[in-house]
Protein backbone atom coordinates (compact mmCIF):
# COMPACT_ATOMS: atom_id res chain seq x y z
CA UNK A 1 0.00 0.00 0.00
CA UNK A 2 1.25 3.06 -1.27
CA UNK A 3 0.37 6.74 -0.09
CA UNK A 4 -1.50 8.45 -3.24
CA UNK A 5 -3.58 11.94 -4.11
CA UNK A 6 -6.21 12.13 -6.89
CA UNK A 7 -7.67 15.19 -7.84
CA UNK A 8 -10.23 16.44 -10.64
CA UNK A 9 -11.21 19.48 -11.70
CA UNK A 10 -14.13 19.57 -13.29
CA UNK A 11 -15.90 17.03 -16.13
CA UNK A 12 -17.93 18.36 -19.32
CA UNK A 13 -17.77 18.29 -22.89
CA UNK A 14 -14.86 19.01 -24.78
CA UNK A 15 -14.19 22.04 -27.41
CA UNK A 16 -10.49 20.54 -28.45
CA UNK A 17 -11.34 21.23 -31.96
CA UNK A 18 -11.33 24.96 -30.64
CA UNK A 19 -7.80 24.95 -28.70
CA UNK A 20 -3.87 24.82 -29.28
CA UNK A 21 -1.55 22.94 -27.99
CA UNK A 22 -0.55 25.48 -25.73
CA UNK A 23 -4.02 26.21 -23.88
CA UNK A 24 -4.37 21.90 -23.52
CA UNK A 25 -0.68 22.15 -21.66
CA UNK A 26 -1.71 25.56 -19.83
CA UNK A 27 -4.68 23.15 -17.80
CA UNK A 28 -2.19 20.03 -17.66
CA UNK A 29 0.62 22.16 -15.72
CA UNK A 30 -1.94 23.39 -13.45
CA UNK A 31 -3.15 20.25 -12.51
CA UNK A 32 0.99 18.86 -12.50
CA UNK A 33 1.21 21.74 -9.91
CA UNK A 34 -1.54 20.76 -7.48
CA UNK A 35 -0.77 17.23 -7.71
CA UNK A 36 2.85 18.08 -6.44
CA UNK A 37 1.46 19.93 -3.67
CA UNK A 38 -0.39 17.01 -2.24
CA UNK A 39 1.88 14.32 -3.19
CA UNK A 40 4.73 16.00 -1.37
CA UNK A 41 3.06 15.73 1.83
CA UNK A 42 2.05 12.34 1.23
CA UNK A 43 5.85 11.59 1.09
CA UNK A 44 6.97 13.62 3.58
CA UNK A 45 4.75 11.37 6.05
CA UNK A 46 1.89 14.02 6.23
CA UNK A 47 -1.66 13.28 6.30
CA UNK A 48 -4.25 12.65 3.98
CA UNK A 49 -6.33 15.30 5.24
CA UNK A 50 -3.57 17.87 4.80
CA UNK A 51 -2.83 16.77 1.51
CA UNK A 52 -6.77 16.68 0.02
CA UNK A 53 -6.62 20.23 1.64
CA UNK A 54 -3.50 21.70 -0.21
CA UNK A 55 -4.20 20.13 -3.19
CA UNK A 56 -8.29 21.73 -3.17
CA UNK A 57 -6.40 25.39 -1.87
CA UNK A 58 -4.27 25.38 -4.85
CA UNK A 59 -7.05 24.60 -7.28
CA UNK A 60 -9.58 26.98 -5.37
CA UNK A 61 -6.47 29.91 -6.17
CA UNK A 62 -6.32 29.03 -9.82
CA UNK A 63 -8.33 30.93 -11.97
CA UNK A 64 -8.82 27.83 -14.79
CA UNK A 65 -11.21 26.12 -12.31
CA UNK A 66 -14.71 27.16 -11.26
CA UNK A 67 -13.71 27.37 -7.36
CA UNK A 68 -12.61 30.29 -5.39
CA UNK A 69 -10.80 32.27 -8.09
CA UNK A 70 -12.51 31.66 -11.43
CA UNK A 71 -15.89 30.81 -9.71
CA UNK A 72 -18.75 30.83 -12.22
CA UNK A 73 -21.76 33.60 -11.80
CA UNK A 74 -25.23 33.21 -10.22
CA UNK A 75 -28.19 34.68 -12.40
CA UNK A 76 -27.78 37.95 -10.60
CA UNK A 77 -23.79 38.32 -11.14
CA UNK A 78 -22.43 36.74 -8.01
CA UNK A 79 -20.22 34.69 -6.47
CA UNK A 80 -21.69 31.65 -4.38
CA UNK A 81 -18.88 29.08 -3.24
CA UNK A 82 -19.60 25.64 -1.74
CA UNK A 83 -17.07 23.41 -0.44
CA UNK A 84 -16.43 20.60 2.17
CA UNK A 85 -14.31 17.94 3.50
CA UNK A 86 -14.33 14.64 5.09
CA UNK A 87 -11.63 12.68 7.47
CA UNK A 88 -12.29 8.95 6.46
CA UNK A 89 -10.56 7.68 9.92
CA UNK A 90 -13.26 9.38 12.31
CA UNK A 91 -16.37 10.24 9.54
CA UNK A 92 -15.39 13.79 10.76
CA UNK A 93 -16.54 15.93 8.07
CA UNK A 94 -17.43 20.21 7.36
CA UNK A 95 -18.96 22.52 4.84
CA UNK A 96 -19.86 25.21 3.96
CA UNK A 97 -22.62 26.31 1.10
CA UNK A 98 -23.51 29.69 -0.44
CA UNK A 99 -20.20 31.88 0.55
CA UNK A 100 -19.63 34.53 -0.67
CA UNK A 101 -16.39 36.81 0.46
CA UNK A 102 -14.17 33.76 1.79
CA UNK A 103 -10.79 33.13 -0.80
CA UNK A 104 -10.57 29.47 0.26
CA UNK A 105 -13.57 27.84 1.16
CA UNK A 106 -12.20 24.80 1.66
CA UNK A 107 -10.22 26.00 4.78
CA UNK A 108 -13.57 26.90 5.85
CA UNK A 109 -15.17 23.27 5.69
CA UNK A 110 -11.98 22.47 7.29
CA UNK A 111 -12.56 24.57 10.53
CA UNK A 112 -16.07 23.69 10.52
CA UNK A 113 -14.85 19.77 10.74
CA UNK A 114 -12.49 20.53 13.27
CA UNK A 115 -14.64 22.71 15.47
CA UNK A 116 -16.72 19.71 15.52
CA UNK A 117 -20.15 21.29 16.58
CA UNK A 118 -21.72 21.48 13.32
CA UNK A 119 -21.34 19.98 10.01
CA UNK A 120 -22.68 22.18 7.49
CA UNK A 121 -23.07 25.86 7.54
CA UNK A 122 -24.40 28.29 4.99
CA UNK A 123 -24.55 32.25 4.01
CA UNK A 124 -24.08 34.70 6.71
CA UNK A 125 -23.04 32.09 9.20
CA UNK A 126 -20.55 30.50 7.77
CA UNK A 127 -19.01 33.38 6.67
CA UNK A 128 -19.36 34.78 10.59
CA UNK A 129 -17.18 31.45 11.46
CA UNK A 130 -14.55 31.87 8.91
CA UNK A 131 -14.10 35.47 10.45
CA UNK A 132 -13.97 33.99 14.06
CA UNK A 133 -11.69 31.53 12.69
CA UNK A 134 -9.40 34.38 10.67
CA UNK A 135 -9.78 33.05 7.35
CA UNK A 136 -8.97 35.41 4.69
CA UNK A 137 -12.16 37.43 2.75
CA UNK A 138 -11.77 38.78 -0.30
CA UNK A 139 -13.94 41.53 -1.80
CA UNK A 140 -16.55 39.90 -4.66
CA UNK A 141 -14.48 41.01 -7.52
CA UNK A 142 -11.45 38.28 -6.65
CA UNK A 143 -13.02 36.06 -8.05
CA UNK A 144 -14.29 37.48 -11.11
CA UNK A 145 -12.22 36.08 -14.53
CA UNK A 146 -13.36 37.65 -17.78
CA UNK A 147 -13.66 33.82 -19.27
CA UNK A 148 -16.11 33.11 -16.91
CA UNK A 149 -17.61 36.60 -17.22
CA UNK A 150 -18.14 35.70 -20.84
CA UNK A 151 -19.92 32.48 -20.07
CA UNK A 152 -22.36 34.23 -17.72
CA UNK A 153 -23.15 36.61 -20.33
CA UNK A 154 -23.62 33.88 -22.89
CA UNK A 155 -26.08 31.77 -20.76
CA UNK A 156 -27.97 34.94 -19.79
CA UNK A 157 -28.52 35.32 -23.14
CA UNK A 158 -29.31 31.76 -23.70
CA UNK A 159 -31.96 31.51 -20.95
CA UNK A 160 -31.27 29.29 -18.80
CA UNK A 161 -32.86 25.81 -20.41
CA UNK A 162 -31.23 25.28 -23.43
CA UNK A 163 -27.54 25.11 -21.84
CA UNK A 164 -27.30 21.80 -20.79
CA UNK A 165 -27.83 20.25 -24.08
CA UNK A 166 -26.19 22.48 -26.12
CA UNK A 167 -23.49 21.73 -28.73
CA UNK A 168 -20.02 22.25 -28.00
CA UNK A 169 -18.99 22.95 -31.74
CA UNK A 170 -21.42 25.62 -31.76
CA UNK A 171 -18.90 27.52 -29.19
CA UNK A 172 -15.71 27.60 -30.94
CA UNK A 173 -15.05 30.60 -29.09
CA UNK A 174 -13.87 28.61 -26.14
CA UNK A 175 -10.50 28.78 -25.01
CA UNK A 176 -10.78 25.83 -22.55
CA UNK A 177 -10.47 21.83 -23.33
CA UNK A 178 -13.77 21.29 -21.83
CA UNK A 179 -16.62 23.72 -22.85
CA UNK A 180 -17.38 26.00 -19.62
CA UNK A 181 -21.06 26.01 -21.18
CA UNK A 182 -22.35 23.23 -20.09
CA UNK A 183 -22.15 24.56 -16.60
CA UNK A 184 -19.90 21.69 -15.42
CA UNK A 185 -16.88 22.57 -13.08
CA UNK A 186 -15.85 21.76 -9.48
CA UNK A 187 -12.65 20.59 -7.67
CA UNK A 188 -11.77 18.15 -5.30
CA UNK A 189 -9.32 15.36 -4.34
CA UNK A 190 -8.85 12.00 -2.79
CA UNK A 191 -6.15 10.79 -0.74
CA UNK A 192 -5.12 7.69 1.38
CA UNK A 193 -2.04 8.47 3.37
CA UNK A 194 1.17 6.78 4.85
CA UNK A 195 -1.14 5.54 8.15
CA UNK A 196 -3.66 4.22 5.71
CA UNK A 197 -6.23 7.21 6.57
CA UNK A 198 -8.38 8.32 3.69
CA UNK A 199 -9.62 12.15 3.33
CA UNK A 200 -11.94 13.50 0.41
CA UNK A 201 -12.19 17.31 -0.21
CA UNK A 202 -14.51 18.95 -2.80
CA UNK A 203 -15.16 22.59 -3.34
CA UNK A 204 -16.98 24.03 -6.14
CA UNK A 205 -18.50 27.91 -7.93
CA UNK A 206 -21.85 25.70 -8.49
CA UNK A 207 -22.89 26.13 -12.18
CA UNK A 208 -23.78 29.06 -14.19
CA UNK A 209 -26.51 31.45 -14.09
CA UNK A 210 -28.12 28.88 -11.03
CA UNK A 211 -30.78 30.99 -8.96
CA UNK A 212 -28.94 33.00 -6.06
CA UNK A 213 -29.19 29.98 -2.91
CA UNK A 214 -28.84 27.32 -5.13
CA UNK A 215 -26.51 24.72 -3.02
CA UNK A 216 -25.67 21.92 -5.31
CA UNK A 217 -23.60 18.30 -4.19
CA UNK A 218 -20.14 19.56 -3.08
CA UNK A 219 -20.68 20.74 0.07
CA UNK A 220 -23.64 17.65 1.16
CA UNK A 221 -21.69 15.01 2.99
CA UNK A 222 -22.61 11.87 1.15
CA UNK A 223 -23.85 13.21 -2.14
CA UNK A 224 -19.94 15.26 -3.55
CA UNK A 225 -17.79 14.19 -0.48
CA UNK A 226 -17.30 11.23 1.47
CA UNK A 227 -14.57 9.17 3.24
CA UNK A 228 -14.48 6.31 5.06
CA UNK A 229 -11.25 4.23 5.90
CA UNK A 230 -13.09 0.60 5.48
CA UNK A 231 -13.92 1.59 2.18
CA UNK A 232 -12.85 5.05 0.20
CA UNK A 233 -12.96 8.27 -0.15
CA UNK A 234 -14.88 10.10 -3.07
CA UNK A 235 -14.84 13.45 -4.40
CA UNK A 236 -17.53 14.10 -7.44
CA UNK A 237 -18.18 16.68 -10.33
CA UNK A 238 -21.36 17.22 -12.30
CA UNK A 239 -24.81 17.90 -12.44
CA UNK A 240 -25.33 18.61 -8.91
CA UNK A 241 -28.75 18.21 -8.56
CA UNK A 242 -28.47 14.44 -10.22
CA UNK A 243 -25.69 13.30 -7.86
CA UNK A 244 -27.58 14.63 -4.96
CA UNK A 245 -30.54 12.13 -5.52
CA UNK A 246 -28.26 9.51 -6.06
CA UNK A 247 -26.18 10.29 -3.26
CA UNK A 248 -23.16 9.48 -5.67
CA UNK A 249 -20.37 9.77 -3.57
CA UNK A 250 -21.53 7.50 -0.34
CA UNK A 251 -23.15 5.12 -2.69
CA UNK A 252 -19.84 4.01 -4.10
CA UNK A 253 -19.19 3.63 -0.42
CA UNK A 254 -22.06 1.61 0.62
CA UNK A 255 -21.73 -0.78 -2.68
CA UNK A 256 -18.19 -1.54 -1.69
CA UNK A 257 -19.30 -2.21 1.95
CA UNK A 258 -22.66 -3.87 1.52
CA UNK A 259 -22.26 -5.62 -1.61
CA UNK A 260 -18.43 -6.19 -1.41
CA UNK A 261 -17.96 -4.31 -4.78
CA UNK A 262 -14.34 -3.52 -5.85
CA UNK A 263 -13.52 0.24 -6.20
CA UNK A 264 -13.76 -0.40 -9.79
CA UNK A 265 -17.23 -2.01 -9.96
CA UNK A 266 -18.67 0.50 -7.82
CA UNK A 267 -17.26 3.72 -9.21
CA UNK A 268 -18.46 1.66 -12.69
CA UNK A 269 -21.97 1.16 -11.13
CA UNK A 270 -22.26 4.69 -10.33
CA UNK A 271 -21.25 6.69 -13.05
CA UNK A 272 -22.03 4.65 -15.67
CA UNK A 273 -25.23 2.58 -15.03
CA UNK A 274 -26.96 4.63 -12.35
CA UNK A 275 -26.64 8.10 -12.66
CA UNK A 276 -27.30 8.02 -16.74
CA UNK A 277 -31.01 6.62 -15.58
CA UNK A 278 -31.73 10.00 -14.52
CA UNK A 279 -29.54 12.26 -17.01
CA UNK A 280 -26.51 12.70 -14.14
CA UNK A 281 -23.75 13.30 -15.92
CA UNK A 282 -20.33 13.95 -14.65
CA UNK A 283 -17.70 11.61 -12.82
CA UNK A 284 -15.81 11.00 -9.75
CA UNK A 285 -12.73 10.58 -8.07
CA UNK A 286 -11.99 7.65 -5.45
CA UNK A 287 -9.27 5.85 -3.67
CA UNK A 288 -9.98 2.72 -1.57
CA UNK A 289 -8.04 1.28 1.85
CA UNK A 290 -5.52 -0.28 -0.36
CA UNK A 291 -4.42 2.21 -2.68
CA UNK A 292 -6.29 1.70 -5.90
CA UNK A 293 -7.21 4.56 -7.66
CA UNK A 294 -10.28 5.09 -10.12
CA UNK A 295 -10.88 8.27 -11.84
CA UNK A 296 -14.46 7.21 -13.84
CA UNK A 297 -16.45 10.00 -15.96
CA UNK A 298 -19.53 9.22 -18.38
CA UNK A 299 -18.87 12.67 -20.37
CA UNK A 300 -16.36 13.23 -23.26
CA UNK A 301 -13.58 14.75 -20.68
CA UNK A 302 -12.80 15.16 -17.02
CA UNK A 303 -9.63 17.14 -15.79
CA UNK A 304 -7.52 14.97 -13.39
CA UNK A 305 -4.67 13.45 -12.17
CA UNK A 306 -3.33 10.68 -9.91
CA UNK A 307 0.31 10.37 -7.87
CA UNK A 308 1.68 7.76 -5.96
CA UNK A 309 4.33 8.80 -3.40
CA UNK A 310 7.64 8.70 -5.32
CA UNK A 311 6.16 7.98 -8.68
CA UNK A 312 5.45 10.14 -11.86
CA UNK A 313 2.46 12.77 -11.84
CA UNK A 314 0.02 11.57 -14.21
CA UNK A 315 -2.61 14.08 -15.64
CA UNK A 316 -5.12 13.78 -18.42
CA UNK A 317 -8.07 15.85 -19.46
CA UNK A 318 -9.69 13.59 -22.70
CA UNK A 319 -11.42 10.04 -22.25
N1 LIG B 1 -21.47 19.46 -9.02
C1 LIG B 1 -21.31 20.88 -9.06
C2 LIG B 1 -22.59 21.55 -8.63
O1 LIG B 1 -23.64 21.07 -8.99
C3 LIG B 1 -20.94 21.40 -10.40
C4 LIG B 1 -19.92 20.59 -11.12
O2 LIG B 1 -19.32 19.70 -10.59
O3 LIG B 1 -19.71 20.84 -12.31
O4 LIG B 1 -22.55 22.57 -8.00
Known amino acids: ?97 CVKSLRNPIRAARAVMENGRHVLLVGEGAEAFARQAELETVPSDYYFTVA ?35 KMGTVGAVALDAQGNLAAATSTGGVTDKRVGRVGDSPLIGAGCYANNRTAAVSCTGSGEMFIRMLAAYDVSAMMEYRGLSLDEACRAVVMDKLPTIEGRGGLIAVDAQGNVRLTFNTEGMYRGHAYAGGPRQTAIYR
Open 1 to 97: MKPVIAIHGGAGTITRAALNADQEQDYLDALDYVLLGGQSILEKGGSALDAVTEAVLRLEDCPLFNAGKGAVFTHAGTHELDASIMDGRTLAAGAVA
Open 148 to 182: RHDQWLRALADGASNLLDHDAQSRMTETAPIDPDT
